[in-house]
């Protein structure tokens, strides 16, 4: 089973971006899938995590009201909306099953946020 996260790229503070994290076959034990980011130098921190069973998500304190956890109802793709990007929020975003950034994950998606 393979996780791969695209959507990323380069924008303005202000702008929005919206991240997918696609799944090669969905797996009944992947009871949530989180979203992670890595800025360079800087420990990874999780983002979002949603829940596969009914698409409700949990956030960050610092993304709440601008990011947006979602997925399909395939169950095999998961979404990050981002909105109100700030330069802060520039990092390398990936996705995990079960919302462990220790288990299994996808390579990442760049994310820059600058003017």
């Known amino acids: 089973v393979q996780l791969q996260a695209s959507g990323g790229g380069l924008v303005q503070p202000g702008g929005s971006l919206t991240l997918s994290c696609r799944i090669s076959?969905?797996?009944?034990?992947?009871?949530?899938i989180g979203w992670f980011r890595q800025a360079p130098g800087k420990d990874p921190e999780g983002v979002a995590c949603?829940?596969?069973?009914?698409?409700?998500?949990d956030y960050l304190h610092s993304v709440k009201g601008r990011f947006t956890g979602s997925r399909n109802n395939a169950k095999t793709t998961f979404y990050l909306q981002m909105n109100n990007l700030k330069p802060e929020d520039t990092a390398l975003y990936y996705c995990a099953a079960n919302c462990n950034p220790s288990g299994t994950r996808g390579q990442g998606t760049q994310v820059t946020v600058s003017s």
């Open positions: 949603i829940s596969a069973i009914d698409g409700s998500a």
């Open positions: 076959q969905f797996i009944e034990e992947y009871y949530t």
